[in-house]
Nanobody, 122 residues
Framework: QVQLVESGGGLVQPGGSLRLSCIVS????????IGWFRQAPGKEREGVSY????????QYLNSVKGRFTISIDVAKNTVFLQMNRLKPEDTAVYYC???????????????WGQGTQVTVST
């Protein structure tokens, strides 16, 4: 049974940082892709970043390039999303997901976590 559990969300001021974690079980990280997605109220879910194993290739949504960094600790079955210089428009529920296709398209991912809320506000 595949499970993904996110943590690390919270309330942060504009310009601040957060690090999200996604612990994965039942899915071989070295054989697939882990993506981070977000969904703001009234908006569609969008791909933020993914990491493709085993070679570690990454891709980012244009609006987060240079601010967000995805990384993986295979030994701990954990994928991270370091988010710096956060903006109010980054406010959303953030999800991690596992799949076999390296893409930012959420429809291509099979397994999903429950999400963690990120709020960027003064």
């Amino acid at each position: 049974q595949v499970q993904l559990v996110e943590s690390g969300g919270g309330l942060v001021q504009p310009g601040g940082s957060l690090r999200l974690s996604c612990i994965v079980s039942g899915f071989t990280l070295n054989d697939g892709n882990i993506g981070w997605f977000r969904q703001a109220p009234g908006k569609e879910r969008e791909g933020v970043s993914y990491i493709s194993m085993p070679f570690g290739g990454t891709q980012y949504l244009n609006s987060v390039k240079g601010r967000f960094t995805i990384s993986i600790d295979v030994a701990k079955n954990t994928v991270f999303l370091q988010m710096n210089r956060l903006k109010p428009e980054d406010t959303a529920v953030y999800y991690c997901a596992a799949g076999l296709i390296a893409t930012l398209n959420p429809q291509s991912y099979t397994y999903w976590g429950q999400g963690t809320q990120v709020t960027v506000s003064t």
